[in-house]
């Protein structure tokens, strides 16, 4: 007898793993969306996502944020705001984040077919015991019903503005959707309907196979069609269309730890797009980058003139910002401003005046020449800041160059002295090099109104203003890197830079020292101390963020890791 229940167990238990591993698993919801989206967001859990945003401690402190204030008053905010508005009168209410979360179920995405009228279909999967709590399902009597694949949706209009709103519940999954035909054509698709869906889009189907294993949110971009917006162009906070527009698809996956954030990127080229020659890593560069930086960036110079203007800009004199184009309107004269000041007294009328660029461009002209002759093809920048006395603030940096053969001493100092001549001295009268150390290292010093350092190792040449930070990454040369194959990565220890970076935006707003920095006369925050700085302050969670990046055949995949914790 116990055999027999034991051997009925068994069969029962072998019947039941084989029923799970039968069963039909749920369609994926890119099986659902129609084709022709620009953008698609899916979220395993998306209602824990919105619930942890919810009593986030960032989200409190952006809400009371001067970055806040100042984007609440943006012009397309409002653009945004009136249509929310016209959308919640189609729908009857105005749901605020606790409406989304009434509808944010677990599997969820989102698909963005229109920019300028936010046209968008969500679906997710939803218990309906939740979903009849919502304010949305408790309205759908005030809906016109419709049916699309066997099942009943509900739409309604505004009269007004014409804005719809339309909705639907079947088989687990809530549809929303401002567009009727969206909710329609979803609902097709769930019955079996043949009709293109984004899971079918060759630019949604490239970059997910592309991509590694799905994160906490997914984002997946139809780049080709996003750069064709003029609304895309015109609001892209990057303002890069030129640089997106060599990408067709692209595809970026979040996953959240307790230590950190890690997003993974992969971008697919277009395929008039021409992929980057072949390049040595920029990897032994990195490994060059000391503890105690606060800022690098490693990277293949396509270009002489980029890296020699960087060099003039953070080591010799910064380039003054051009004339305004004259083709703009003249600024009112405010009534209460002085029309001159006794230090116009010093104003010359009976010479020249200097050129707008004062010499930069013979600067960057000498630092490209020296750059090019040894075929500079990777550069170095670190960078710093540090307090100079109890009032100014300085940003020392060094810049490695790796060039194509071991640079030669005597060119190296010529061209320096050519790029701080016209700017330093007259004839390059004193500018002269001095030979020194910091630490165990041989450097060269030129010798004038600013510092400029210099020290040869092999085919790397390391220039700096500052002799510690100079010294911090001559003493890591000959280190491995930790990494191979990067064409670009970059670092932002924010931590550490916050102080300092509040303290240079200060000066820069020029904000009065009464203790109100964040608000000026306007009666709004100032652009760098009260806005950027309070956004600063709102992500002061992130320590730490890396960048790094390498191109694998047709494809650019990038890894960003935001490090949390103080």
Known sequence: MKRAVLFSALLLSTAGYVFLQTTVPSPSLSTLMPGGALLYL???????????????????????????????????????????????????????????????????????????????????????????????????????QRQAGGVSFYLRTDAASKRTVAFAFTRGYFFLATRDDLVAQALELLAGGSNPSIASDRWYHDAVAAASSPGDLRLVMNLELLVKSVYFRSYWVQRNASQVRQYRAGVADSKRSATDITESRVFLRAPESAAPPAADSVSDLVALVPPDAELYKAWHIADTTEAAALIVQKLIGPQRVGPRDWRAAPFAASPDSRAGSEADLETRIDEQPLPADAGISDSIAAARAMAKTNDAHAALLVQSSSAAGDVFMQTPSVIVLEGGSEWNGDSVRSSLAAAAGRLWTTSQIGAAWITGTVGQHAVERLDGLGTVLFAIQGKLLFLSNDSTLLRSVLDRAGASSTGSGLSYAAGFRHSRERANYERIMAALDFTSPAGNTAFVQSNGPSFFSGNLASLSRVLSGISEIRIAQEEKGSATVQTIVYQLGQ
Do not use: C, M
């Open 42 to 144: 899916e979220a395993p859990d998306f209602g824990h996502l919105v619930r942890d945003w919810n009593t986030s401690k960032v989200k409190a402190d952006w809400l009371q944020s001067a970055n806040y204030e100042v984007f609440s008053r943006s012009n397309l905010f409002a653009k945004l705001q009136d249509v929310y508005s016209q959308y919640g009168a189609a729908a009857g209410i105005l749901p605020g984040l606790q409406g989304v979360i009434e509808i944010a179920g677990t599997n969820s995405a989102l698909a963005l077919y229109g920019i300028r009228d936010v046209e968008f279909l969500y679906v997710s999967r939803i218990g309906e015991a939740q979903l009849v709590k919502s304010q949305l399902w408790a309205l759908r009597d005030k809906f016109e």
